[in-house]
Each structure stands twice: as C-alpha cells, then as structure tokens.
C-alpha cells in the first residue's frame, strides 16, 4: 500500500496543500451537460463515494460545512489535517478502529445540521467493496443517501489499493449526484449498486471527452496560434518542415519529373491556400449553376465528405456530383457517363490531375485576421504570393461585413493581386445570410417566427457563424462548436437537446446531413442559409470560364503562340 508512513505528518500536510492549488485548474462538469460549471451544494443527508475520488470531491466540496471520517492511523492524521483546513469537521475512527465512536461523532455532526460524505470502501479496501459503515450511518441518523460518481478526462492513478486518482493540470473532472431509493434507508447493496453505476457514468463522458474533442481540441489550440504574430516556436519549426516538402512538390511538377494526367474533358480548379473555410465548396457549386445556364453538363469532384457532397447536391442541383479523394479517377468516370466539364472542389494543390482553369480562392478573412503563416503555425497550406502568380482567375471571399473599412481592405488586396499576376481578372464578393429556413418536420410544423435557442456547427470558422445566428434570431442563446465536419458525442447531444428546448436548434446547410440523423425529427432544425453578392469583377471572370469549358482558352493560347 502506497502511504506517507514514512514522512512526518507536518511535512507530508505542507505538501498534500502545496498541490491543492492545482484544483483551481480542474473543470468540474456534469456528464450530461459538459458546456457548463458544475459546483453542486451537498444536501443534509448522507453521501457515499469511493475512497479513489478522494482528492477531486475534497476539493470541490470545500467550505460547504460537511463532515466525514478519517482512520486513526498516521494516513488519517494527515488526511484529517488537510480536511479541517479546508472547512471539514473531522470524525475518528474507521472499519477496524474506533468504528463506533466515529459513527457517533458524525451522528452528533448530522443531528446539528451537517452533511455527511464517507468513503464507502475506505480506508482499506478491497477496492470498490462497499463496507457496512455507509448504510449503518444512514440507518443510525435516519437519513436518506446520495451516492456520488467521479471520473477525470485526464490524470494520474496512483500504486495504491485503490489506485487513487489525481487529476491532472486542466483536466475535465466529471461527477454526478444520484439517490438511492426511497422510503427507508437503502440497505449496503443498493448503495454499492448506485455507486457503480454514477462511477460508470462519470466514466463514459471522460471516454468520450478523451476519444471526440481530441481533434476538436488541437484546432481550437492550433486557431488561436493562427492569430499570434508568432507563434510557438515548434509549430514554426514544422511549418518549415511541412513548407519546404510543398515547394519541393510543386517544383517537381513545374520541372515535369512528376506527370499530369487528363481526365478526358475540359477541367476547372477551385481551391485555396488556406485549410477551409474560404468557400470553395459553395463557389465550386456557383460555377457548375452558371455552366450548366450556358448548356455544359458540369460535373463537381469533391473529396468525399458526405457534408459537402450534400451541400453541392442542393447548390448545384442537375450537376454531377462524385466524391472521391483520387479526382483523376472520378474525371474519368465523369467524362465517360457524359459529362461536358468538371469542377475539382479544393483542387489547387491536387497538381496530378490536368487542368484548363485554375480558379484561386483568397479568403479575405484569414487575410486579416491571422498571421498568415503555413500549417500549422499558421493557417495556410503555401504562401499566397508565390500562389497567386499560378492562377488563371482569382476570387477574393470572406464572411465578414461589409464595412467601408474592409472595402479598403479589398481594394488594396485586389492592386496587390494585380501586380503578383498581371492580366489575371480578379473577383470579390462577400458571403452574406438568408432568413432562416425549416429543415425537418419538428421546425415545418412550427407555428409563429422561428425561434432556435442554440447554435450548433462544426465547420472551420464556428465564430463568424454565431456573429450571423445572433444576428438572424435574437432567440439564440447557447452556442456549440464541433471539429470541422464533427458530429457531437453522445452526452454533447444530450446537453444540445435540452439547451435547444422547444425552439430547437440553428445550424448551417453543410453541418445539417451530419446533424439532421442525431436528433428526434420532433425538434425543430433550422438551416441559416448562406447567400453571396459579388461586389467586383466576377463578370470577366465569368467569361473565362465558360471559355475555358469549352475549350476556347486552349484555342486561343494556341493562336497566340
């Protein structure tokens, strides 16, 4: 058994509280509802948990008045030294010493107004073994219990009997309250299973916070070094890293030592030099809706994201759409099954496949708000200077508002773009927001104005999508960001259902073929949907590809030379 035998009790209390600060880091949440701070009041009645929980519950229950039972031995006169300083009133005694008299004292404890919580299994073991010290107490005060389940997300099990938990720095610590029984006092194997089953609860939302948010959790850390003008200093060093092999790439396709291949048909590129959220997806569909006006038969390549995949299927309805990481291939089908054009969706960097027209999309946005450094120091794939000059046509997007402020703003990136690339048109326009719309039957049968109460989205720029639901629906007044093309977890959608209440839930066009299966089609789901207004150039633009569609870009560089 792991114990502070060895060291004095004044030195080992002066380090048990030398660690106690590290609590105030710990994030204690419920398992059903993880978005918020949870700090529970102990009631007056008696609370069992196991001897391993020791250290959270201690600490979050500090000050609240309660009392519970320390052993006689060297290990409970430190534990009783740290716990009275902490606002506990101590009782002495244990299983196999001075039992009787501790039950006492916390009787005494109870009957002046007191809450009581006792380790079940403590101070000895067997681990998770429920003793008859908790139901005797009960019986003994005439109380009624409430068992208490702890799990942490993150943190160290001790080598001891009960492999005692110290959660780590930071860490989500997840405890929950339950009752056991009603009427009389619940006997040792009601609590035992009650304890169980709170302890297994707890631990399935820690899985779930270890195995979901971990993607969710590196972007949001990575997103906020994109807005430092330096970032920390390893993710500099992989940026040079991962820069120097994207150079090198592109160099060997400029030498031709790596070979592009045609699919069979005319192919137009839309993509940017930033990791999503510029919109290319939505563009890629504007594009195939304008050639399929001017007679083509477009078909979109897409990586393969069911989201995105949906989303062109409802912007570019008639448009053949194939999702599949090898673009060359689905080039190919298209063009045999009879397509006239394809579109490649996010297809700048994708240098394998041959292409008549390469469309930029510059994202305005991280323009100005980041420090425009390569992943992942920063969010760009390739520095956008050296880009540009590989364009064929540049379009300059963003979601912010229009402001006199940002039309400088533009204005300026378009001279600039123009002297990078002479002779290259550029286009620019700013992404906007519809009222919102009903997207299943629980919203198609709502009555009145809609009124959402939470925001749900996993795409790249969830902040600027919470500026336009707030501004859509003054109902909106929770607020969830996913991983980008993330699904919430089980207790996330728990939490999500009741944070929506009746109003249910606004979400965006991309994010609803992931969301719309998770929920019961009797919440409300609203779709904000998204506009786009060009503010310049996008009519040159325009001609040229429809040119290059049909093969006149070819003819005429051909004439030229």
């Not at 998204?530 to 040119?547: C, H, M, S, Y």
Request: with cysteine.
């Amino acid at each position: 058994m792991l114990s502070a035998r060895r060291i004095p009790p004044g030195v080992a209390v002066r380090l048990v509280r030398a660690v106690l600060p590290v609590s105030r880091t710990w994030r204690f949440r419920h398992p059903d509802d993880p978005g918020r701070p949870y700090r529970p009041r102990l009631t007056h009645e008696i609370h069992a948990c196991w001897h391993e929980h020791l250290l959270p519950l201690t600490c979050l229950f500090a000050g609240q008045e309660l009392a519970t039972l320390a052993s006689r031995d060297r290990d409970g006169e430190i534990v009783s030294r740290v716990l009275r300083r902490l606002g506990y009133h101590v009782a002495r005694g244990s299983s196999t010493r001075g039992g009787s008299a501790g039950f006492r004292q916390l009787a005494r404890s109870f009957a002046s107004g007191r809450g009581v919580i006792i380790t079940g299994d403590g101070p000895c073991g067997p681990r998770r073994s429920l003793k008859e010290g908790t139901a005797r107490i009960a019986a003994l005060t005439e109380s009624s219990v409430t068992v208490v389940g702890v799990a942490a997300s993150s943190g160290l099990r001790l080598p001891s009997w009960d492999r005692f938990l110290i959660p780590a720095p930071g860490a989500t610590v997840f405890v929950s309250l339950a009752p056991v029984g009603e009427g009389d006092a619940p006997d040792t194997g009601n609590i035992q299973a009650a304890l169980r089953r709170e302890a297994a609860r707890c631990e399935q939302a820690a899985r779930e916070t270890r195995r979901i948010p971990v993607r969710r959790s590196l972007e949001l850390r990575l997103r906020n070094q994109w807005r430092r003008p330096r970032p920390a200093l390893p993710l500099r060093g992989m940026a040079r890293i991962y820069g120097g092999l994207h150079d090198g790439r592109h160099r060997l396709y400029d030498l031709g030592i790596l070979a592009t291949h045609s699919a069979g048909l005319p192919v137009i590129s839309v993509g940017g030099v930033t990791a999503g959220g510029s919109g290319k997806t939505p563009l890629a569909a504007r594009i195939a809706r304008t050639l399929r006006e001017a007679g083509h038969r477009p078909a979109i390549l897409a990586r393969g994201y069911v989201d995105e995949l949906d989303l062109l299927a409802h912007e570019a309805p008639g448009a053949s759409i194939r999702g599949h990481p090898d673009r060359l291939r689905s080039g190919r089908r298209a063009a045999a099954a009879g397509a006239t054009v394809a579109i490649v969706d996010d297809g700048f960097q994708h240098r394998r496949l041959s292409r008549d027209l390469d469309v930029l999309v510059l994202d305005r946005d991280a323009l100005r708000r980041t420090n425009r450094e390569r992943l992942p120091a920063g969010p760009f794939r390739e520095r956008w200077e050296r880009a540009v000059p590989r364009a064929d046509a540049i379009l300059i997007t963003g979601r912010e508002p229009w402001t006199a402020e940002l039309s400088r703003f533009d204005a300026a990136l378009r001279v600039r773009c123009g002297s990078l690339a002479p002779g290259v048109p550029v286009a620019t326009g700013v992404f906007g927001h519809g009222p919102p719309e009903a997207a299943n039957a629980g919203a198609r049968r709502w009555s009145g104005s809609p009124a959402p109460r939470l925001a749900l989205t996993g795409i790249m720029k969830p902040n600027l999508f919470f500026a336009e639901a707030g501004a859509a629906c003054a109902s909106v007044r929770e607020r969830l960001a996913l991983s980008d093309h993330g699904t919430p977890s089980a207790r996330e959608r728990t939490a999500a259902i009741r944070a929506a209440g009746r109003g249910g839930v606004l979400t965006t066009r991309k994010d609803l073929s992931r969301l719309r299966p998770l929920f019961d089609p009797g919440l409300p789901i609203w779709v904000l949907p998204e506009t786009f207004i060009w503010k310049a150039g996008w009519e040159d633009v325009r001609r040229l590809i429809i040119d290059a569609a049909s093969g006149r870009k070819d003819r005429d560089s051909a004439a030229e030379g």
